[in-house]
């Protein structure tokens, strides 16, 4: 670091908002006596103040006339940095303590993947409309790194989706667990079965969801410790497309339970209990820490959660 940098440095530890409000105080009013009123301070403790301001600016700052302090050049010049510097740390303090939906007009920005979008959009949408008619809410698609990276960044203020190793920045409150179940088309030969049997899964074609186009997933896993394998024969990133894929042709696809029960019937397809059993996984609202004094945050976090509960 040089020296002028040290300096600079030294200068910066000594200076305080205190003396700062003086400074600004005494360009507006010129008189130490009105000032130390107005502050509720000493005549001393403002004259002290403005001796340290005069060292640290190199500068007069005031000229003593018979009615008073006339600032210099240098002060006028200054007045208008200091006035920011004090109104930005007000702000800094002013956090707020409470959020208002009906008059706010907030924009919140969310990241998932679609089954967060197809589950949560509709009913938190219709919430906003109702209770924050000011706000809006923008959904964008982005899971595991891809979303926490968001949040580091405030490209996104939460993040929904399965959490595994979340990093101490970050804050998880469980939102929903899901299971999986299967779907077909409603005339497939399999979707009249009472209890699909394992043989039967297994004999059919299917279509995985893999956000990272991969072939290979939750179900496969639980297949594999039982030695088994079924036969993936595409994979989207989507869940709602592979249910749109099933509803036009003989493939199948395991998706979870409550994007099922939402939208079977509108994709024209049957929805049967999985042969095997596959571990249920749970959904969280992810926010990172610096975040926990939102109370517009707060409020969105609880309508999500009551977005997410079945009806």
């Known amino acids: 670091m040089t020296s002028k940098a040290n300096t600079d440095q030294q200068k910066l530890r000594r200076l ?7 400074f600004r105080d005494l360009v507006r009013l010129q008189k130490t006596t009105l000032v130390a009123a107005t502050l509720g301070v000493s005549q001393s403790a403002v004259s002290h103040a403005l001796a340290r301001l005069r060292e640290l600016f190199d500068d007069p700052l005031f000229v003593r006339r018979p009615n008073g302090l006339e600032p210099t050049q240098r002060a ?18 002013n956090v707020p303590t409470h959020f208002d939906p009906e008059t706010s007009t907030r924009s919140f920005r969310l990241a998932g993947n679609d089954l967060v979008g197809a589950v949560i959009a509709p009913p938190l949408i219709r919430t906003l409309r109702a209770e924050a008619p000011g706000c809006r809410v923008a959904f964008q698609f982005a899971v595991g790194t891809e979303s926490l990276n968001a949040l580091r960044t405030n490209e996104m203020e939460m993040a929904i989706g399965r959490v595994w190793d979340l ?15 299967v779907v077909v088309r409603k005339d497939h030969p399999v979707a009249h079965d009472a209890a699909m049997s394992l043989e039967e899964y297994l004999s059919l ?9 991969g072939f ?5 896993q639980a297949l594999k410790k039982r030695r ?6 595409a994979s989207v990133p989507m869940f709602m497309t592979a249910m749109g894929v099933v509803a036009s042709g003989d493939l199948s696809s395991t998706v979870p339970a409550r994007l099922a029960a939402k939208y079977a019937d509108q994709f024209g397809l049957a929805v049967l209990k999985t042969p095997l059993a596959i571990d249920p996984f749970t959904f969280s ?12 945050l707060d409020w969105l976090s609880a309508r999500i959660i009551e977005s997410a509960c079945p009806p």
């Open 205 to 213: 074609d299917h279509i995985l969801v893999s956000f990272r186009g």
């Open 216 to 220: 290979h997933g939750m179900v496969d």
């Open 16 to 22: 305080d908002f205190t003396m700062l409000t003086i």
């Open 285 to 296: 609202l992810v926010r990172h820490a610096r975040s926990t004094s939102d109370v517009g």
């Open 228 to 233: 088994l394998r079924r036969r993936v024969v």
């Open 167 to 181: 990093p101490d920045e970050f804050r998880a409150v469980p939102v929903f667990e899901e299971d999986f179940v």
């Open 76 to 93: 006028s010049q200054l007045l208008p940095q200091v006035e920011v510097i004090l109104r930005l740390a007000q702000d800094a303090l």
